[in-house]
């Protein structure tokens, strides 16, 4: 990127992506939302099309690219379908990638080359139903060494395609006396003894992506599926967050994006007291004010990729990276809700109908508030960083 410009293969990129969202992805969306309903199809379709994997080395089925990359990716497909964009993010993100960066050669010639291909598809699991900010701190999910098993207790809610899984990065307590410091990753296989799916969780937003409760009891999961090593999964989550924050962003890109365009298409075409609305200088006030929002957005989110592309493995979690990833998503995050609600409010009634695109669009920016750490959460990760070496009180 030569400075806040696409080059010429990064831009192909996001129009490869917009264009398969435009055509296969955006008529499965009002189903989606209205029926909670998950179309089986999506992953090998990515697979095919060359879409998965984006930032994992060829010789295993990807791309080959960077973090930037694969941001445009989902900012294409979050443009025509979020929920399946968010589907695509924990997949390729927070399984995939995870698993290439931190594993080791036989783990990653096993499962990587079909979570390329969309013959399987993946998730994280890490926060628990008593454990959302405090992830690490308040974590009760455990695993025990049992021979060339460890043994998984516990459960994990909230996790995006967590209902139709077929690996999931979990991360357990090996250590209850070392607290953060006591965490491990593990690859288990949905088809493990003592893995199950709890529930299936009912959203506002994001609708058909699913989102499930897990259930570790005495689950068994062989010792070669530790991911790294014992007692060292704090650096793989902090690497992740990082990244998983960076990726957010995109999300909240796309969909802006979207709201931008519906509500200029509904300002030239809606007809008030004789004249299209986009003559009223409110409604032009309010797409300025959208179009702004959109663009500063956009600046930040590629330069922030485009950073987060250089971390090396185990580098997350401190630093200026990490604070740029919490002013990103956190930016990025309220700027969408911003748009999202001006047009709603150029949209009028119809933008309160629960059938209509825009409100579809709506219902999805409360997420991206929440997610990966909330809104709170990310100012204190701002907050601590600039106030580093400040004298402590009294």
Not at 180 to 197: L, M, R
Not at 228 to 237: D, F, K, L, P, S
């Amino acid at each position: 990127m030569s400075g806040f410009e696409l080059d010429e293969q990064q831009q192909a990129i996001l129009e490869t992506a917009d264009r398969f969202g435009r055509e296969r992805l955006y008529d499965l969306a009002p189903r989606m939302d209205a029926e909670e309903w998950w179309p089986a199809g999506a992953f090998p379709a990515f697979g095919d099309a060359g879409l998965l994997g984006i930032t994992i080395d060829e010789e295993f089925g990807g791309a080959g690219l960077d973090l930037l990359a694969a941001g445009l990716v989902l900012q294409g497909f979050a443009r025509w379908n979020h929920a399946l964009a968010l589907s695509w993010v924990a997949h390729d993100n927070l399984c995939a990638n995870n698993i290439f960066r931190n594993g080791n050669a036989a783990q990653r010639a096993k499962y990587l080359p079909d979570l390329c291909a969309g013959r399987t598809v993946g998730c994280l699991g890490l926060t628990e139903p008593g454990a959302g900010s405090d992830a690490l701190g308040a974590m009760r999910t455990t695993a025990r060494r049992d021979g060339d098993h460890y043994v998984l207790n516990g459960s994990k809610i909230y996790i995006t395609n967590g209902a139709v899984a077929d690996v999931v990065l979990v991360y357990a307590k090996t250590d209850k006396d070392r607290g953060a410091k006591g965490i491990s990753a593990f690859i288990v296989e949905t088809t493990s003894p003592g893995f199950a799916v709890a529930q299936k969780l009912i959203k506002m937003g994001y609708r058909g992506s699913q989102t499930a409760e897990l259930v570790f009891d005495e689950c068994r999961v062989p010792a070669e599926n530790l991911l790294g090593t014992e007692n060292a999964g704090v650096g793989i989550v902090m690497g992740g967050l990082d990244l998983e924050r960076a990726m957010i962003s995109p999300i909240c890109l796309g969909i802006a994006e979207r709201a931008l365009d519906l509500s200029i298409d509904y300002a030239r075409t809606r007809v008030q007291f004789g004249q299209p609305i986009g003559h009223f200088q409110m409604v032009q006030s309010m797409l300025a004010d959208m179009y702004v929002a959109v663009e500063t957005m956009r600046s930040f989110t590629y330069q922030t990729l485009a950073r987060a592309a250089r971390m090396e493995v185990g580098g997350g979690g401190r630093g200026e990276l990490h604070k740029q990833t919490a002013a990103s998503v956190m930016y990025a995050a309220q700027a969408c809700h911003s748009v999202l609600d001006n047009a709603v409010q150029i949209h009028g009634g119809s933008g309160y109908m629960w059938e209509t695109e825009i409100n579809r669009l709506y219902r999805s920016i409360k997420l991206l508030e929440i997610g990966a750490g909330t809104t709170e959460v990310r100012k204190m990760i701002i907050a601590e960083d600039l106030l580093r070496g400040i004298a402590p009180r009294g």
